[in-house]
């Protein structure tokens, strides 16, 4: 085992002995992404009802409706996310008289028909033709494009958080460089015009000249490598290094090292996964320990848990990264700023519209 | 040099000193999805104009205009492509009355503000709000969001076309499988869901068993591996592979020779790229040679012309044949017949329409 649990938040991930290593096959659209292309393709730039409530007792709410060809469809947000939801026409309850007037279904009828929770008296029916632009841009503000991901190296008998950060880029071994070529390209930081990651591209070098950085599957990624970050031969703890991988969801350590790393040295709250890379043969063995609180996700880690430096290979372990970090983002730690940053945006819309 | 050639269409593009292998760091969007933005974030769910013609100097032309902020945008769409063009409102002429009952600029005035060529007398303004959504379904129509490329292989002695597609699965070297994985995945054809390129995935194995595939920035590649195509042996043209590499615009070859290539034995009228691929140490020697008329594209080939097998030689290597793709597009071969698909789409909306 490449990880020692001791008394840690953390704890590997188990193998499957039915995963494979493979490419990115399926969409790696977010929610948010999801829901921009539903509201697209069925209610933006055709007559629809959008509906805000500023508070009700599910929070803040925006609700848009269509009716598309006998069917009612409905994004609905909240706090929590946006659901999508779909319902016959004929399942919604009117009454004669407002099927006579062709007056629709009232709001609750509709409401109660997509689902049980949605609190219709709290909701206003608002005209104004710029909502439908203003709820559109509202969710695209919460796609993410860009990551973030740490990357500290284990010497000989290195097993603690404290070591990972203690060491020179010149003492690095020839496979650790070969790792970092695997997962991008070394830019300078100078003049970088590209996703900067908190790091300093002014060309006054405070968070050294390089960096590990690439653009994968239209996303861009930063490695904060640590040995890359400036050294400070008076300070244990190299701040300046845990300043950046100890602010990131997911670090990538590689074990130039047979010891097991000890997960309970891990003093940083923001690192939530905690990708192990052992070199073994011409490939990686590979332990992802994740932070209780995170669920599932995938793709699956096969059993051995052991990938090449094909591009297959680089394709899972960055897919396995981008998803490790987005299924944080539903952790305790992190759902609660998701929350509370969808209600800053949809107390912002309703607020304005209903003042 | 790893090519001849002789009296061929081809010519092998210059490496240029400057160049360097890079990954991906410029915006890999088509000009339809730039086009598609600008409409999304200029005009669409917001009031503004749009302008149809079904017949004119320039053919059938469909123009929005939004006024904003003071100055007025517009996307030209002709059978040539998109327009995104921007004139101050003080640079419109209007008249003394048109300016004192707010009328706006006559349309003749507008558009010859925009650009002298556009034939304002052969629009119509139509107001039909479904309009917008047509427009933007015709853009989005364009948008090319998966590539076939060949992959022959040419082993000791072999120079010609017609010898690269003789080869037996069973008889590649090393080197080639290598190659292979470094593009991309071997996937099982028979039930394939994603992007099938023409090849067989219902598990008849009309086409093989097995192709290469990978999602790339967001774009899927399905590679046709001339050898994992069926081979016929009494078949010296081996036809099942030339049906589907004959139809391809960008072919690599894996030169397993040292026998420079024929460029003149290339029959297929469809073929604009070919790139050359040689094993060299732990990389390969790349020669690019292009088809007359294809205009010149990004990454240029640095000198020599080497890259490795890193993820950062990878995408510099897909870059090139993707923006090949795109750069053949534009020549003669192909100009007439994207202006023929636009034209179609444009006649479509606009006939709607001005009926």
Redesign the interface.
């Known amino acids: 085992m490449s990880v020692v649990v001791g008394n840690s938040d953390f704890r590997p991930l188990l193998n499957s002995p039915t995963a494979k290593i ?4 399926e969409s ?1 659209l977010q929610e948010c992404e999801k829901d921009i292309i539903w509201y697209r393709e069925n209610f ?4 629809h009802d959008n509906y805000l409530a500023l508070e009700s007792t599910k929070g803040p709410l925006a609700i848009s409706v269509i009716l598309d060809g006998g069917v009612y469809k409905a994004l609905v947000r909240s706090i929590e996310g946006s659901e999508r939801l779909t319902v016959e026409g004929s399942a919604v309850y009117q009454s004669t008289h407002r099927k006579l007037f062709k007056l629709g279904p009232k709001v609750e009828n509709l409401m109660s028909a997509f689902s049980s929770g949605i609190p219709a008296r709290s909701l206003t029916l608002v005209k104004n ?2 909502l ?2 203003e709820l ?1 841009s509202m969710e695209e503000r919460q796609v993410i494009r860009s990551y973030k991901f740490g990357v500290a190296y284990c010497t000989a008998g290195q097993t603690t958080e404290a070591e990972m950060l203690s060491n020179r880029h010149e003492s690095i071994s020839p496979g650790y460089k070969a790792f970092l ?5 070394t830019i300078e930081l100078r003049g970088w ?2 996703y900067r990651a908190g790091l300093d591209v002014s060309g006054t070098n405070q968070t050294g000249t390089h960096a590990v ?6 996303y861009e990624i930063m490695f904060h490598v640590a040995t890359m970050l400036p050294y400070n031969e008076k300070d244990k703890q190299q701040l300046e290094r845990k300043r950046h991988l100890g602010n990131d969801i997911v670090v990538i350590v590689y074990q130039d090292t047979d010891e097991p790393f000890q997960l309970s040295s891990i003093s940083s709250h923001q690192n939530h996964i905690l990708a192990f890379v052992k070199p073994e043969g011409e490939g990686y063995r590979f332990t992802c320990a994740v932070k209780q609180g995170v669920p599932a996700f995938i793709p699956e880690i096969p059993d051995p848990p052991v990938f ?5 290979s ?2 899972f372990f960055l897919h396995t990264l981008v998803n490790g970090e987005r299924a944080s983002y539903k952790s305790t730690s992190f759902a609660p700023k998701i929350s509370r940053t969808r209600s800053v945006l949809l107390c912002d819309v309703a607020s304005k519209h209903l003042k």
């Open positions: 493979t490419g990115v096959h790696l933006f730039g055709k007559p033709p710029g439908a632009n559109l070529q695997f997962l991008g390209e015009k590209g950085y690439t653009k994968w599957q239209g090449g430096r094909d591009a297959v680089r394709d």
